[in-house]
């Protein structure tokens, strides 16, 4: 299958379908072009807005084309999200983006972009620092907002739409190491304090599925790219990660980089 097919296919997948494929799941796009990291205050929790930002007013959907897709990618961009290239299509990575734009500025998530969104795009916050005297560069889970952010050198660097560990218990029956085995666990991504160890490139094979661009920095946990990454935790305890931002993260991401998990997710 070809690698846009697959890509079509994770953008379906993203809005909402779970695939419980261990701890993830498949192929990504193009990576998009460095940004420059937003600068925060000393207090690290604000974004200093620009006078002459004014966003457009067309209300956006998913399948929506034209210069407002165009300019929202780019603002996106600007802010620390991948939303993938600026071509004026509204798709996966941009829904993504969205998701977790609206999720760090109080706005549910939605595929829609309307006026909350736009004004929000003019004045944008920062994600909440979780970690206050944090090492400047360092990885941060909010497991409440179901985003992960990254900092270099104090700035934000990347910020993304994730999805962490469901808490349901499971038992599934594999193959693994040329045996048929049965694995259960609490399906739950633990809070604490780590740091990045080894990874694999493209698509890495655990005893509950297949994990695509992996850095693991808790035991058999790590940060990894899946087809679905759904509005809620639906992995077995790994961070599920939009595939282009997977593709890109471990050019960016070194090893023994802190990686701080808090929160919980609460439903509804």
């Known amino acids: 299958m070809s ?3 697959l890509l079509g296919l994770a953008a379906l997948a993203t809005a909402g379908v779970v695939a419980f494929t261990g701890c993830g799941s498949a192929q990504a796009e193009r990576p998009q072009a460095a940004t420059k990291p937003v600068a925060l205050t000393a207090a690290g929790a604000r974004v200093t807005p620009s006078p002459e930002v004014q966003a457009p007013t067309s209300r956006l959907k998913l399948g929506s084309k034209g210069k407002a897709v165009t300019w929202l990618q780019k603002r996106l961009a600007q802010l620390g999200y991948r939303p993938g290239r600026a071509d004026g299509r509204y798709g996966g990575s941009t829904l993504t983006a969205v998701w977790a734009f609206q999720k760090v500025n109080g706005i549910h998530p939605s595929s829609i972009v309307g006026k909350r969104t736009w004004t929000a795009l003019e004045h944008p916050k920062a994600p909440k620092v979780l970690i206050k005297d944090g090492a ?3 990885v941060e889970v909010n497991l409440t907002k179901q985003v992960m952010v990254y900092y270099v050198d104090g700035q934000v660097k990347l910020i ?3 999805s962490s560990g469901s808490g349901v218990p499971y ?3 594999a193959t693994w190491q040329g045996k048929s085995q049965r694995f259960c666990g609490s399906a739950r991504t633990p809070t604490g304090d780590y740091k990045t160890t080894w990874r694999a490139t493209g698509w890495h ?3 509950l599925g297949q994990l695509y661009n992996p850095i693991f920095f808790n035991g058999g946990i790590a940060l990894h790219g899946a087809l ?3 509005l809620y935790p639906a992995s077995h305890g790994c961070v599920r990660m939009p595939m282009n931002v997977a593709q890109a993260l471990p050019a960016m991401l070194g090893k023994g980089v802190p990686v701080h998990v808090r929160g919980a997710y609460h439903r509804i």
Do not use: D, E, G, L
């Open 3 to 5: 690698a846009r097919r």
């Open 205 to 207: 094979k655990s005893y």
């Open 160 to 162: 993304t739409h994730i």
């Open 228 to 230: 679905s990454v759904p």
């Open 136 to 138: 400047p560069t360092r």
């Open 171 to 173: 038992c599934q029956q």
